[in-house]
């Protein structure tokens, strides 16, 4: 399976943006889908997950209530909710299948699909 992420752009502090996460092939269901995001000079980070099945949801410390993940399996697609946007939110944005450890959150394939770009003014 390939995700592709989209829905980026440009939004001032405060406002919202939805990401979108388009997957082509097989066994969708079967994974779970996480967001994770890169800003300039730093890591890439864990941003949000949900499992297949049942759907729980997981989310970054620094979300703090302010995403929302949700997928619908039927159209493959895997959204992302961002409100109350704030300038270090500014990222590069990804989505890929992932898994969790001891370790935290990681991408199951070795690939990273393309990202989408926010930018958060201030």
């Known amino acids: 399976v390939q995700l592709q992420a989209s829905g980026g752009g440009l939004v001032q502090a405060g406002g919202s943006r939805r990401l979108s996460c388009s997957a082509s092939g097989r066994a969708f269901n079967s994974y779970t889908v996480a967001w994770f995001r890169q800003a300039p000079g730093k890591a890439r980070e864990f941003v949000s997950a949900i499992k297949y099945g049942v759907g729980t949801t997981y989310y970054g410390d620094f979300v703090k209530g302010r995403f929302t993940i949700s997928r619908d399996n039927d159209k493959k697609m895997v959204y992302l909710q961002m409100n109350s946007l704030q300038p270090e939110d500014t990222a590069v944005y990804y989505c890929?299948?992932?898994?969790?450890?001891?370790?935290?959150?990681?991408?199951?394939?070795?690939?990273w699909g393309q990202g989408t770009q926010v930018t958060v003014s201030s």
């Open positions: 890929a299948p992932a898994f969790i450890n001891e370790a935290g959150w990681g991408r199951l394939f070795d690939y």
